[in-house]
T-cell receptor, first 114, second 114 residues
């Protein structure tokens, strides 16, 4: 149980275009979903926290207009990287939680902007 | 801001040896800690967790030790196997207003030689 599916696993896009990444909890309802960003050989950095039906809470320094997060249901959250640039190339990972201190991570999405 | 850090960025061991990975944290309000294993190109995989009211917890081949006095966390892997080679992260949940959010340490690369 507690499976989180993240799609796509990798994507290449042209500079200036937008990319949407989906995060789905397959067998549970996620009260909260988190989005992380990870550069090569570095740790995971929290970008934002999203709760179903409400606006996402972004961490300091994360541009909310660039990284649009939608949490339309208890099983789906999406991250859209708008007007992507090469510096946005990174590994994006989502995490979902059912309640206190129970986290399940997706398999990640490798974004390459060319 | 407060952060979780690691003493050693890399660790190389021989197959069959025991491995110890260390983590220092600075947020005294943290009350829940998790160790994750991350293989290349994948999301973090839960290994073991511990709450602040405990100082030791054991799993299959793994043990987590928590020393709140010096804000130190360690992961011990017994009889390390080549399949244990990965990056290991500690993560903390500070609770309170940060409820649900995890702060990750910098990571330790574990390499197991056959």
């Amino acid at each position: 149980g507690a499976v989180v599916s993240q799609h796509p696993s990798w994507v290449i896009c042209k500079s200036g275009t937008s990319v949407k990444i989906e995060c789905r909890s397959l067998d549970f309802q996620a009260t909260t979903m988190f989005w992380y960003r990870q550069f090569p050989k570095q740790s995971l950095m929290l970008m934002a926290t999203s709760n179903e039906g409400s606006k996402a809470t972004y961490e300091q320094g994360v541009e909310k207009d660039k990284f649009l997060i939608n949490h339309a249901s208890l099983t789906l959250s999406t991250l859209t990287v708008t007007s992507a640039h090469p510096e946005d190339s990174s590994f994006y990972i989502c995490s979902a939680t059912r309640g206190p201190n129970g986290y399940t991570f997706g398999s990640g999405t490798r974004l390459t902007v060319v | 801001g407060e952060s979780v850090g690691l003493h050693l960025p890399t660790l190389s061991v021989q197959e069959g040896d025991n491995s110890i990975i260390n983590c220092a944290y600075s947020n005294s309000a943290s009350d829940y800690f998790i160790w994750y294993k991350q293989e290349s190109g994948k999301g973090p995989q839960f290994i073991i967790d511990i709450r602040s009211n405990m100082d030791k917890r054991q799993g299959k081949r793994v043990t987590v030790l928590l020393n709140k006095t010096v804000k130190h966390l360690s992961l011990q892997i017994a009889a390390t196997q080549p399949g244990d080679s990965a990056v290991y992260f500690c993560a903390e949940n500070a609770g309170g207003t940060s409820y649900g959010k995890l702060t990750f340490g910098q990571g330790t690369i574990l390499t197991v030689h056959p």
